[in-house]
Nanobody
Framework: QVQLAESGGGLVQPGGSLRLSCAASGSIFSRNAMGWYRQAPGQQRELVASINTYGNTNYAMSVKGRFTISRDNAKNTVYLQMNSLKAEDTAVYYC????????WGQGTRVAVSS
């Protein structure tokens, strides 16, 4: 059974940066588009960035130009570089396939606050 493990979250001031990582226990990345999702308190989980097997990327309008998704199939890892963070980026961040079909991991919490 494939498991996902997100890491790299934390508390950061507005305008700061974080790099999230997601490692999978199995070799799923090379066959699937991957995505980073987030869920803010009281909100539904949303897809914020995705990358297909060719390396093509898509972003939600709210993060476009600030976030960068990348993948390393050899390491079974997907990354999310987050720059110019805003308070509204505060959420728990998850990775999964896109569309999602693997059991969700615990996520990594990002808090943007001064």
């Amino acid at each position: 059974q494939v498991q996902l493990a997100e890491s790299g979250g934390g508390l950061v001031q507005p305008g700061g940066s974080l790099r999230l990582s997601c490692a999978a226990s199995g070799s799923i990345f090379s066959r699937n588009a991957m995505g980073w999702y987030r869920q803010a308190p009281g909100q539904q989980r949303e897809l914020v960035a995705s990358i297909n097997t060719y390396g093509n990327t898509n972003y939600a309008m709210s993060v476009k130009g600030r976030f960068t998704i990348s993948r390393d199939n050899a390491k079974n890892t997907v990354y999310l570089q987050m720059n110019s963070l805003k308070a509204e980026d505060t959420a728990v961040y998850y990775c999964n396939t896109n569309p999602s079909y693997i059991a969700w991991g615990q996520g990594t919490r990002v808090a943007v606050s001064s």
